[in-house]
């Protein structure tokens, strides 16, 4: 009976083991991935290499995936998912310069040469402020800025010297509203984000209505890899859509990958 018992107990522990092997073996396979991916892309299967970006991603998205991705969709001549997918990396990481050069020169290759409005200066000037590093790099940036201030608001109340209290209260002052100005950064990044307003033309052309109809009459024609701006969602398999260069109309959903 003892020995019975044994052998089950042994069992037990085998299949256990066989299990804790099989969830490891799972595990490294996944690790290895990116750099199947990343292999695949350097030995010109690039269909291989999207295949694998996009699993990774499945798990989790990243800037550094979305950007390989698009490099293997635009070495596999697919410009509009190209773009897309490079649009979703700047998305992620907006002050990265090798993601936005990807990006105008795969938009330098598409057929609508768009020239965005005229736009104050300023304007111009803000986004870029914004769009400079990351959500992350911007609450990691408030996060030293508060804590930087606290240390100088304490030598301001504590300090032995003038001089010093004087460097506290002033740099304390700086340091707050560093803080209350990245904040603020991050959290217009992140509104874009969940807002979700950009869009894609996927399909090679596109007649760009001037009403939610399909026979309704025409205003433009859009080609693939084109990005439009979506502003209305209201009406069912249709999108409002404004181009850069102001021009407006209603789009089938179907035509066009959000961002």
């Not at 037990?12 to 690790?31: K, W």
């Not at 984000?193 to 007649?207: D, K």
Request: aromatic letters at 12%; charged letters at 20%.
């Amino acid at each position: 009976m003892m020995k019975k018992h044994i052998s089950i107990i042994g069992n037990s522990v085998r299949r256990l083991l066989m299990l804790v092997a099989g969830v490891l073996t799972c595990t490294l396979s996944f690790a290895i991935t990116k750099d199947n991916a990343d292999t695949a892309y350097k030995q010109g299967k690039y269909q291989q290499a999207i295949i694998d970006y996009q699993e990774l991603l499945k798990e989790g998205v990243a800037p550094e995936l979305y950007y390989n991705l698009g490099n293997a969709y635009y070495r596999s001549d697919n410009l509009a998912q190209a773009i897309l997918a490079y649009e979703r990396a700047a998305q992620l990481s907006p002050g990265n310069s090798e993601i936005r050069f990807n990006l105008q020169f795969a938009r330098a290759k598409t057929i609508d040469k768009i020239v965005p409005d005229n736009e104050m200066f300023f304007v111009t000037w803000y986004k870029r402020l914004v769009n400079f590093t990351s959500v992350d790099n911007w609450a990691r940036t408030g996060i030293v800025a508060v804590v930087l201030a606290l240390l100088l608001m304490l030598a301001y109340l504590f300090g032995p010297q003038l001089m010093v209290r004087k460097i506290g209260f002033y740099g304390s002052g700086v340091a707050l509203l560093l803080f209350i100005v990245t904040t603020f950064f991050a959290w217009q990044q992140k509104q874009n984000l969940e807002q979700h307003c950009g869009a894609i033309i996927m399909a090679p052309s596109v007649t760009i209505k001037k009403t939610p109809v399909a026979n309704g009459t025409d205003a433009f024609v859009l080609h693939e890899g084109t990005r439009v701006d979506i502003t209305d969602k209201s009406m069912k398999s249709w999108y409002g859509v404004r181009v850069g260069d102001g021009r407006e109309g209603w789009i089938p959903a179907s035509q066009v990958e959000i961002i």
